[in-house]
């Protein structure tokens, strides 16, 4: 079974940084359309960000520009750098594959407030 490990969500102020960084226990991962979602209170989970096995991305349209998907295969490894960060980016954010697992990771709380 695969397995997600979310790390470095934090509480920022608005327009701060974040990196997440997320570990993916597989054999396949250089095969995957790497994935971060977030959920935020009393919302569906959403589908920020993408990256293909041949590094095309995409992203919701609310954090074009800000948000940042990379992976490093080498390691089985993804990450989202974060930056401008609005109050609305408070969430759990969550990685996976897309079309994503049935299983998913604890998450990792990003707070944005003043």
């Known amino acids: 079974q695969v397995r997600f490990v979310e790390s470095g969500g934090a509480w920022k102020q608005p327009g701060g940084s974040l990196r997440l960084s997320c570990v993916v226990s597989t054999n396949s991962f250089s095969t995957y359309t790497v994935a971060w979602y977030r959920q935020a209170p009393g919302k569906q989970r959403e589908l920020v960000a993408r990256?293909?096995?041949?590094?095309?991305?995409a992203y919701l349209d609310s954090v074009k520009g800000r948000f940042t998907i990379a992976r490093d295969n080498a390691k089985n490894m993804m990450y989202l750098q974060m930056n401008a960060l609005k109050p609305e980016d408070t969430a759990v954010y969550y990685c996976?594959?897309?079309?994503?697992?049935?299983?998913w990771g604890q998450g990792t709380q990003v707070t944005v407030s003043s």
């Open positions: 996976n594959r897309d079309p994503a697992f049935d299983s």
């Open positions: 990256r293909t096995p041949n590094d095309a991305t």
